[in-house]
């Protein structure tokens, strides 16, 4: 099976039927980002805490499999210079919409996450990647290509599903749905240090919905993770 096509497709599919991450952003969102009034998510329920970011002012980011005009036209709307990429043309739709609704400047590109080969090593200062991870087999491959086009000092926000839910099980096999993939906490957790990143935050979150396990524990994770600046 073609994997990232399959995905695309599905994602797309998500988009027509109003998928909770493929809504964009309202004006009144934009407006009040723009007054420095905002948060996002990276797991269903908890927002990012505020000091996970660096000041947003002219920083170079990188919306990692980020489309769904959510994440990145709020980081636009703080002054960040924002490139959405994502496998999905109508999730990028979605952010090119906010962004000439709103007047904003971000660029879309469509692509893998597992391959940034187009940019250069140290492009960007902050990656954000919410759960996107789900939908490729090799996490440890994004944590690598992350890194390489991170520049010193640079931060990648990240989220994944820690323990494998009924609603995850149930996306595994639902025809039509994106394929996803369980990724163990060594290839989540190890990957990232392993490709070379500090860690200095995490955060567990429940799940929304009737799941069950999220009665119990948290089944998602999410991750402040650091290039370092020495060698």
Sequence with gaps: MDILSYNRRAWDRCVEQGNRWTVPVTSEEI??????EWSIVLTPCKPVPRHWFPELEDVDLLALA???GQQ?????????????????PAQLAQDRMVAERDGLALQTILGDMADLSQWAPGSFDLIVHPASNLFVPDVRRVFREAYRVLRRGGVMLYSDVTSLSDEARKRYTDPGEPLAFGHTL????GGQTNAGFVITGFYGDTQVGD??????????????AVK???P
């Design 186 to 189: 060594e290839d989540q957790i």
């Design 66 to 68: 980020s489309g769904g």
């Design 31 to 36: 407006a009040a980002a723009r007054r420095g």
């Design 211 to 224: 799941d069950v396990i999220s009665r119990f524990m948290p089944c998602f994770g999410a991750t402040r």
């Design 228 to 230: 370092p600046t020495w």
């Design 72 to 88: 990145g036209p709020i980081f636009a709307a703080c002054g960040a210079h924002v490139t959405v990429f994502d496998n999905s």
